[in-house]
């Protein structure tokens, strides 16, 4: 009688045929729409189970008609009113790519900033999939949508040149984020993984437009720590600077005006970079002002047959 157990050539045959479908299909596909297995600990050791299930905007299929949400690129003016006489870049990380940005914007923009966007503040709101909520215990802010004059439509031009016009990206609105006394965002991404959804948060730029305040510094626990003291001018190295924090593992950057963190969200297949985890830790006293600009990256859509 003939045995019913499979061969053992049959076996290998199948496997063989498995690994490359799991490799090249099932894995990108898991990583789009579950971008992260594991959790980071904030400032307090909190580990919610919501960790990859909220972030600060509602992802959607970028629509180039809806100027309610990208900046269109068009009436950049010749001379940009206030604009600094130039930046100076500091590489903190290749993967993902980090780079601090000196006077990124300059005092006159920054105040210029800073002025419109008051009497715009509405409290910052998460988004959890399915609904926007405000939720004081995770983020504690307020945020204004800036119009587009003159100097946000430079600023938006030089978002743009500093990463090399790159095709398939566009600037989302500007938003001013006002953190008072006891202000902070817990660890979050920038990234959604919806990237395969239609498009994701290709880069950050965290721009400091004032720093009247003490703690409020932008964590990266991810993140090492870079050798020697020459980077302390940046980051907090010292006890006692974290805002009431103690010196914890990863990074923390200073809230300093005019400066920017530039960071990418994503890496070349289009899954987040688990080391962009970030929190802006309380402000004590005080008020910071940042901005943030986010890249939006859309990637072609194929045409029928192709």
Request: glycine content about 8%; proline content about 7%; aromatic content about 12%.
């Amino acid at each position: 009688m003939a045995s019913s157990s499979p061969k053992l050539s049959t076996f290998i045959t199948w496997l063989l045929y498995f690994v490359p479908v799991y490799i090249f299909v099932l894995d990108p596909l898991i990583r789009s729409f579950f971008p992260g297995n594991s959790s980071s600990p904030s400032w307090d050791e909190d580990q919610g189970a919501d960790t990859f299930e909220e972030w600060d905007h509602a992802p959607s299929t970028l629509h180039l008609t809806d100027d309610s949400f990208i900046s269109p690129e068009d009436g950049v003016p010749a001379n940009c009113p206030g604009e600094a006489e130039g930046y100076r870049v500091h590489l903190l990380s290749r993967a993902p790519l980090v780079l601090y940005i000196e006077n990124f914007v300059s005092a006159a923009e920054a105040d210029h900033l800073v002025d419109i966007s008051l009497n715009k503040y509405t409290p910052s709101i998460i988004y959890d999939g399915v609904t926007e909520r405000i939720d004081p215990a995770k983020r504690l802010s307020d945020r204004a949508l800036l119009d587009r004059d003159d100097t946000v439509r430079c600023l938006e031009d030089r978002a743009r040149a500093f990463q090399g016009w790159r095709p398939h990206l566009y600037i989302e609105r500007m938003w001013a984020q006002r953190y008072n006394a006891s202000g902070h965002y817990r660890h979050h991404y920038d990234w959604t993984g919806s990237l395969a959804r239609g498009g994701d948060r290709l880069s950050t730029f965290m721009v400091y437009l004032g720093a009247d305040c003490e703690g409020g510094g932008t964590n990266f626990p991810r993140l090492k720590r870079p050798v020697g003291r020459t980077w302390c001018r940046f980051l907090e190295c010292e006890d006692g600077e974290s805002g009431g924090a103690g010196l914890e593992e990863g990074i923390t950057f200073k809230p300093i005006k005019g400066n920017a963190i530039f960071w990418e969200n994503l890496r070349a297949d289009g899954t987040g970079y688990p080391e962009t985890w970030h929190a802006a830790y309380p402000v004590t006293k005080g008020t910071k002002v940042g901005l943030n600009i986010w890249s939006w990256y859309q990637p072609p859509k194929r045409r029928a047959g192709r």
